[in-house]
Structures are given as structure tokens and as C-alpha cells.
């Protein structure tokens, strides 16, 4: 697909100019940069997102070409040889895109889980050992998630930043261990913001109103400015702020009701500086800083043991729909600071980059967890009925979850900067990263000890608190990479890498607490070491077609569990789960591949098909400890993914764009893993079981849009968009997938003096759902005014099941914004 005797013209500039085509991207007109953004919320094609014409109506004519940087040096999407999908800055803005779950909906084979700004968590090609919670900060990301050239992963928490002012955002699907290390097991995400341009003077201003049915109003106001200074310098600043508008209502102890509890906000800011004192040298400093308040979580409960019909002592509720039950106040807080700088220096062949940043993070969970108090007071510590159930109608559980984060990385590379025809293309680099985190964990219960006369204080925690934790990690990382790419014919390119990676973690536990294994200054570690390796290898039939296989590996690093919470587990469990304490090894990916990309309808439109196998070794697999309110990883010796994904996209005619995207992918385990009981009683562990679906993802998803453009009058073109989105069905957790699961209610643990028979069924499968988005707008040269439905039919989708006490506590689903109205203008101005 390459136009080259030997190999296509390259630019000199493959860091931070090239990294971020202005030219291509972001000099267009905002007519035409509408236009290429308008079709919301679908999923676009592999680099052939449409580029209509200007003037009144679309006309059919070629797709427009998008230059990214997947491999850390410049070439268009077409020409990439494996999976790879942008979407620009402009497109992100017009569809409304400011969240991980709106992308995925843009991307064939990329899931979300959304668990709330700042909580979401990725998946990619159905590769997934299911949900992670926040008390598992010695679990590594399966997918790596980059801002420019920063890494900003975090498994639990990955950052949710506001997309505004973006370049553009790549979505790398299969491995990328090679060049992106750990983290990048099934893909990695990019985000690439727009550098400073000296000597332009521009900006744009966005404003949004929305309203949430049965729920609250959203508010957007967002703004970005470019400043020269001088002819060397230019300074970029981006600043946002968002109302999220609440739609689910906490039921209340009393019978009163707390509306759209999961309302908040997300602001921010993005400054950046470029100087560019030669045609060699560029100095790009940068900081950005958001704040993430949420009041409460996605939350519909099912079943909730503090309110249900089937107890005599406790109120007789039963939440509905977007409903929950809660004694007190949740809430979310997420304080992201990035401080990085890369330098570039061009000599005449090769471009040296250095990349250093600085990540400091501060997050907050408060979540009731009343339930679970009540299931450990009740059912396991044996106290009397009276003094249980007093302590429950008097006490709450706030638990508050609290992770501090400081990373510090350093990579400084090399790579080809060849003009014109050339034999070969090569990046070779070393990558240095230092983190701390810090996590804990407290749960006061006051006036527990009075009223149940139970001490609580220990060596570390205070009176009344039944739960005390602080676990601080080091994990330090160095590794070299390269690649090269030769061009061995006009048409026949082979790309071989590899990169060796050695990694060591350190721990020192702090458990103590009426429910904790007390472990006081207890240190763990883990180490590992490695060679990724990837080979690629393109051929072009024609001018507009490619053919292209690879294989590649990928890796997530390993681990140490925490000690389980004895005190709060039953003896069955206890002994079930205890063996599985302890160090779990690095989980390893081996990915098989092939593709075509080609163009259809004379340009007007593309066709993009890849097909893989992805043999995974040492799946860390996620289960919950039963009654021990516990979750541990646990190797599942083999595991599999096997799928296919399209996307067609194409000018139909003048004035109507069509595009489809799907993925249909099977992913299941290959292993077995028996627990025998000491009765001699056995049972599969986990749901590790042969033939069983990888959790969170689903086997099918579809997604189509198509765009109609038409004149409203001669100062005004006019735009409408109807796209649509299928999502198969899902599992959570692996062990869903058993008999049993979702079995609950006060008689499972004898919570509450239950009703006899008093136990109720939680449907641990996740439904299928769709969703259908539509927007009605008009643009000229400057403004852009649109009205838009998201979620038409107001489908309330399960996106992922939430449980307390492995039920016992809770059931309860997350769930997606109910239907929602809005309006939103743009501006843009000096462009």
C-alpha cells in the first residue's frame, strides 16, 4: 500500500512533530472538522474515517488518510501492518467523546467496565481475567494507557481524562510488548494531545447542557488557546470543567430517599509549552492537573441485606430500578497531577528522543459497607441475636479505600529519520520506571466496642475500627527494546523486535483489625525478567490492498496476594481459599495474526479484516473469597481468544456515509483446577473450569451509523446521525459461570432473623443489550449547534455485577446513563 521504490518518504521530525500532524489532523476548517467527527458514538474504520467535501454536500470521493504513530515513527493507518485504529481530535470533540466508555464504543473489540469517572477498567480482543477492585494494587493492567509518550496506566484505577483539545486518540489491538512493555499484554491506548504551534494564533470554546431522564442536568464548559511567543516558542493551555448529572436514587434508613447520589464533576487543566530554538532542537515541557469529585457509584442494587421484604428486623425495601440502598454518604475522589518534558534533537539520519515524567496521584473510595458489618457481626461472630441486630439499626460501616501513587520513567530512544527511498527502518531505546504506591484501608464502626463489649483496639489500629491496613509497594523496572523494519521488495515488508524487561516489586504488610489477619511489618517481594519478541511481515497486492501477519508475545507482570481477612471468614471458605495466598507468576500472551486492508468503491471507501489466536499462559484470574470479603489471583495454567473483527466504512453517495464495525471473539479457559474440601468433597475452584467464557467481555458486539448532510440554507449546512450499538452477553467474574451463583438473601447467612426459605436469585449473566444515539445539527465556518438523544430508548444496560460479602452482603449491578437530551455549540476562532 506504500508508494516506494525501497520505502516511503519519512519525515525528519518522529518525535514531537511528527507525533503530533498538525497538518493532517488539525488545520482543516471547523466545517470540515465537524463533518468528520458527526457520526456519535459509532465505531469507525481502521484509518478511513470519511473526510466529505466542503461545499454544501458530502461528495463521494476517497477516504482521508490518518498519520499516527503506533510504532513510534510516522505512517498512516493504512500502512500499519496489524491492528491499529485513530480517531483525531476533531472527531472526539463532535461525538461527544469525554470518557473511556464513549471510546469503546468507536473501537471493534475494545470493552469497558464502567465502575465510574476514574474507575473504569479495559479490555481488549476479549482478553480478561475479570474485574479488578480497589483492594488489589498488586494487580498489573492487561492494557497499557499512554498520554502522548507518559505512561499513565493504573489497573484499578485507570485515569479518565477529558479527551477536549485532543490530536487524536490510537488504539493499538494485540501485543505491544515490544515497544510499550508491561501493561500492553492485549493493546495499548494513546492519547495524543495537540502541541503548541508557533506562530499561530487559535482556539476553540465548547459549551454543553444536558438533562438525565428521571435524573439530574449536566453542564460542560471547556476552552483551549494556542500563544506564540515569539518565533521560537509557542505555550498551549486547555481548560475544562463538567457537571455530571446523577440518575440513581439511595434509599434511606427511615423510608426517605437521596436523589441522583452519583452527581459530580471533573475539572482540569493542560498547559504546555514548546521551544524550538533550531531546525534540530525541540523542548516540550508540560503539565496537566484534574480533579474527579463523585458523590456516589452507578450502583442498582438487587438484593441488599440491610432492606429487603425477607427479615423482621429490617426495613421491608426492595430497591427498583437505578435504585440503591445506603446508610450513609459514598463518595470518589481523584487528584492526577502528570509533570512531564521531551526533548528532541534531529541529526541528519537518526532523531534522539528523551522522555522523563513525574506522576503524582491521590485517590479516594468511600463506600458504605454496612452490609458487610452486618454479615460478619451476624453470621460469623456469633453474637447474640439482640445485641446484633442493635448494633446494625445503630452503627454504620463507612470504609474508605485510600491509594497514593508516585511514578517516576525515563525513556530515551533512537530512531531512523531517513528522507526519501531507503532499505530499512529502526528504533532502538531504553525505558527506566520507579513507583511508589501506597494503599490502605479503614473501617471505623463507632461505638462498636460499647454497645458489644468486643475489643477492637490492636497494635496499629484505633478503637472501634474493625479493619486497619497500610501496604507500601515499590516496583522499579528497566528495559531495552528495538525494531527494525526491512524493505525487501516494493511490495514485501519483514519487521522483527524484541525487548528485555526486569522488574522487582517490594511490600511490607500492615493488617490489623477485628476482621484482619494481623500481619505487622510483614515484607514480600517478586521479581521477573524476560525477552518480548514480535515479527511482522506486509505485502502489498495492489496499491490499495495489503496483506499482513505477525506474531507477537505480550506480558502482564506478577505478583503477591494480601493475606486473607480471617476474621471474617467462615471456616469453609477459610480453608478453601487460604492454600491460595501467597506470590502469583507473570501472565504470558503469544499472538497469532493475520489482516487485510483494502479499499472499496474506487477509494470512497475501506474494508478491514484481521483474524487471531491468543494462547495465554498463567491467566491471573480474579475471585472472590467467599464470606472473607477477600480477592485473590491465582494462575489458570491456559487459557484462549480466538476472533475476528471488521469495519467497513463508505461515501454511499453525495450526501449519505455508512459505516459497520463488529468483532465476534471466542475466549474461554482451558484449564480445570479442583478444590477438595477436607471431607474429601470436591468442587471446581473459582470457576476455573475447562470450556468456561474469560469474564467482562462479551463474544459479539456490531455497531452501525450512518450520516446524512443536507443544506438548511446557504449559510448553513445541516447534518443528521443515527448509529446504533449491540453488546453480547458478559459474565463478571469467572465463577458466575457456576451453578449456585447468585443464590442469596438473609437465610444464606442467617442475617437479619430471616423469613423462613428467605433467599432470592441475582442473575449473575449480564444481558445483551443495544443502544441507539441520535444528533440533528447545523455548522457553518465558525459554529457548530447540535441537538442530540443518547440512549433513545432509554435502555437500562447491567454493564457489571457488584457483590459485598459474595453476596451475602449485596447484589447489585453497575449500570449506563439512562436516556439523555442535550445541546451543545462550538467555536472555533484564529483558525
Not at 438487587?302 to 435504585?323: C, M, Q
Request: proline share 4%.
Amino acid at each position: 500500500m506504500q508508494d516506494r521504490p525501497n520505502a516511503p518518504t519519512n519525515s525528519n521530525h518522529i518525535a514531537s512533530n511528527a507525533m503530533n500532524n498538525q497538518s493532517l489532523l488539525q488545520k482543516k476548517s471547523l466545517g470540515q472538522a465537524i463533518r468528520l467527527g458527526l457520526i456519535a458514538g459509532t465505531v469507525s474504520l481502521l484509518g478511513a474515517e470519511v473526510v466529505p467535501g466542503m461545499s454544501g454536500v458530502a461528495h463521494a470521493q476517497a477516504l482521508e488518510e490518518i498519520v499516527v504513530t503506533a510504532r513510534k515513527r510516522e505512517e498512516t493507518l493504512q500502512d500499519v501492518p496489524f491492528a491499529v485504529q485513530a480517531l483525531s481530535g476533531d472527531q472526539i470533540q463532535a461525538r461527544g467523546i469525554n470518557s473511556l466508555e464513549d471510546l469503546s464504543q468507536n473501537v471493534a473489540g475494545f470493552s469497558v467496565q464502567n465502575l465510574g469517572p476514574g474507575q473504569s477498567q479495559v479490555s481488549i480482543r476479549g482478553i480478561s481475567a475479570g474485574q479488578i477492585v480497589r483492594d488489589q494494587p498488586g494487580v498489573k493492567e492487561q492494557v497499557g494507557v499512554y498520554f502522548d509518550e507518559s505512561v499513565i496506566s493504573l489497573s484499578l484505577f485507570t485515569p479518565d481524562l477529558d479527551f477536549y483539545d485532543m490530536n487524536r486518540v490510537e488504539v493499538l489491538r494485540g501485543p505491544q510488548g515490544t515497544l510499550f512493555g508491561s501493561g500492553s499484554l492485549s493493546g495499548t491506548v494513546r492519547y495524543i494531545s495537540n502541541q503548541p504551534e508557533i506562530g499561530s494564533n487559535e482556539g476553540s470554546l465548547q459549551l454543553g447542557l444536558s438533562s438525565v431522564e428521571n435524573g439530574d442536568f449536566g453542564f460542560d464548559a471547556k476552552g483551549a488557546i494556542n500563544i506564540p511567543l515569539g518565533e521560537t516558542a509557542a505555550a498551549r493551555i486547555v481548560a475544562y470543567h463538567t457537571e455530571y448529572a446523577g440518575f440513581i436514587d439511595a434509599l434511606q434508613p427511615g423510608g426517605g430517599v437521596n436523589e441522583d447520589v452519583n452527581e459530580g464533576s471533573r475539572s482540569g487543566i493542560r498547559a504546555s509549552l514548546k521551544f524550538q530554538p533550531n531546525d534540530r532542537l525541540t523542548i516540550t515541557p508540560r503539565i496537566i492537573y484534574q480533579e474527579v469529585d463523585m458523590d456516589g457509584f452507578n450502583r442498582q442494587d438487587a438484593f441488599n441485606v440491610l432492606a429487603n421484604p425477607f427479615t423482621t428486623t429490617r426495613p421491608a425495601i426492595s430497591p427498583g430500578e437505578r435504585e440503591q440502598y445506603t446508610q450513609l454518604q459514598e463518595k470518589f475522589e481523584d487528584e492526577f497531577l502528570l509533570v512531564d518534558a521531551q526533548v528532541d534533537y534531529d541529526f541528519d539520519n537518526t532523531t534522539l528522543t528523551s522522555i522523563t515524567s513525574y506522576t503524582d496521584r491521590d485517590l479516594l473510595v468511600l463506600r458504605d459497607a454496612s452490609a458487610l458489618t452486618l454479615g460478619v457481626i451476624s453470621g460469623l461472630l456469633g453474637l447474640p441475636r439482640d445485641i446484633a441486630d442493635a448494633a446494625v439499626e445503630t452503627l454504620d460501616g463507612p470504609l474508605f479505600d485510600e491509594t497514593t501513587v508516585e511514578m517516576f520513567t525515563q525513556e530515551i530512544r533512537l530512531s531512523s529519520a531517513y528522507e526519501g527511498d531507503r532499505d530499512f527502518d529502526w528504533v532502538i531505546g531504553a525505558f527506566y520506571s520507579d513507583i511508589d504506591r501506597d494503599y490502605g484501608q479503614t473501617l471505623p464502626v463507632n461505638g462498636f466496642e460499647a454497645l458489644t463489649g468486643i475489643p477492637t483496639a490492636g497494635v496499629i489500629n484505633p478503637t472501634d475500627t474493625l479493619f486497619f491496613s497500610r501496604i507500601p509497594y515499590n516496583f522499579e523496572q528497566i528495559a531495552f527494546f528495538g525494531e527494525f523494519s526491512y524493505y525487501i521488495t516494493d511490495q514485501f515488508t519483514l519487521t522483527a523486535g524484541a525487548r528485555y524487561y526486569d522488574f522487582e516489586e517490594s511490600r511490607v504488610l500492615n493488617f490489623d483489625g477485628l476482621f484482619a489477619s494481623q500481619s505487622i511489618g510483614v515484607p514480600g517481594d517478586t521479581d521477573s525478567d524476560g525477552i518480548n519478541p514480535r515479527i511482522m511481515a506486509s505485502y502489498d497486492l495492489s496499491e490499495g490492498t495489503q496483506i499482513n501477519a505477525q506474531i507477537s508475545e505480550g506480558f502482564r507482570l506478577g505478583g503477591v496476594n494480601d493475606p486473607l481477612n480471617t476474621g471474617a471468614c467462615s471456616p469453609a471458605d477459610f480453608a478453601t481459599f487460604q492454600p491460595l495466598e501467597g506470590r502469583f507468576d507473570d501472565e504470558e500472551l503469544t499472538n497469532y495474526e493475520i489482516g487485510l486492508k483494502t479499499e472499496v468503491m474506487g477509494g470512497a471507501g475501506v474494508l478491514n479484516v484481521s483474524a487471531f489466536l491468543a494462547d495465554i499462559e498463567n491467566l491471573q484470574a480474579t475471585i472472590d473469597a467467599g464470606t472473607c470479603s477477600s480477592r485473590i489471583v491465582f494462575n489458570v495454567p491456559d487459557a484462549q481468544a480466538t476472533g475476528i473483527e471488521f469495519e467497513y466504512s463508505a461515501n454511499i453517495t453525495d450526501s449519505f456515509f455508512l459505516s459497520a464495525a463488529g468483532s465476534y471473539v471466542e475466549a474461554e479457559v482451558e484449564s480445570t483446577l479442583i478444590s477438595t474440601d477436607t471431607d474429601g468433597n470436591t468442587t471446581v475452584l473459582g470457576g476455573v473450569r475447562d470450556g468456561n467464557r474469560l469474564p467482562s467481555v462479551p463474544e459479539f458486539q456490531l455497531a452501525l451509523s450512518g450520516t446524512y448532510e443536507f443544506q438548511w440554507n446557504e449559510n448553513w449546512d445541516g447534518y443528521f446521525t443515527a448509529t446504533a450499538q449491540h453488546v453480547g452477553s458478559r459474565f463478571t467474574q469467572l465463577v458466575d459461570q457456576e451453578p449456585g451463583v447468585g443464590v442469596t438473601g438473609p437465610a444464606v447467612a442467617n442475617i437479619g432473623n430471616p423469613l423462613p426459605g428467605a433467599t432470592v436469585f441475582v442473575e449473575p449473566e449480564l444481558p445483551s443489550y443495544e443502544i441507539y444515539n441520535l444528533r440533528l445539527g447545523a455548522r457553518n465556518e465558525t459554529w457548530d449547534v447540535a441537538l442530540y438523544v443518547n440512549n433513545a430508548t432509554d435502555e437500562n444496560a447491567l454493564l457489571s455485577l457488584d457483590r459485598e460479602l459474595g453476596g451475602a452482603g449485596r447484589f447489585g449491578y453497575r449500570v449506563n446513563q439512562p436516556r439523555t437530551i442535550g445541546l451543545v455549540f462550538n467555536m472555533a476562532f484564529g483558525q
